[in-house]
């Protein structure tokens, strides 16, 4: 298009201008839109990451591996363990009376038994963190539907 006069340069400039000015503010808004979804997307996934973290974290804290029968029973376990706590409690005692009453292999049979049964702890404890990390990795590709059920039946 060929202008012949200034005036109609500055007409069609005057129209341009806030044109233009409309179409970079449309432009900025939707970077500025894409932008908040974004970081609202990463709060959301760090969100659901901390949710499955507590939520293993209370498993690990309220389970209990040496319980054997569900909590109105648990009684019995303290009268079906009892014997070997005075058992242990004896042994503990003779042991700091001076080890006079155990003789030095007695004694590092014992620190050996100790250091076994402590380990054995700490392997059970990992074995059980690989299971539960596990199931919340196998459970991040389902739905929350599906989380809620399988969380009641691991309730029940």
């Given amino acids: ?13 005057t129209i341009n201008i806030p044109f233009l000015k409309v179409v970079a503010v449309i432009v900025f808004l939707n970077l500025l839109i894409a932008l908040m979804n974004s970081t609202v997307q990463k709060v959301h996934d760090q969100k659901e990451l901390y949710w499955k973290f507590t939520r293993t974290s209370i ?3 309220f389970f209990d591996d040496t319980a054997m029968l ?6 019995l376990n303290v009268f079906w ?17 001076g080890g006079r009453l155990l003789g030095k292999a007695e004694r590092e049979e014992t620190a050996c038994r100790e250091e076994w049964h402590s380990f054995g702890r700490r392997m059970a404890h990992a074995r059980l963190m690989v299971r539960l990390i596990e199931r919340v990795l196998l ?4 739905s929350r539907e599906q989380q809620g059920e399988r969380m009641k039946k691991d309730l029940i």
């Fill in 1 to 13: 298009m060929i202008f012949s006069t200034d005036v109609e340069k500055r007409k069609l400039s």
């Fill in 59 to 61: 498993w690990v804290e």
């Fill in 70 to 75: 569900p909590p109105p029973f648990t009684m």
């Fill in 81 to 97: 363990s009892l014997p070997h706590a005075v058992y242990s409690l004896a042994r503990r005692l003779v042991s700091s009376a």
């Fill in 139 to 142: 459970s991040g590709n389902s």
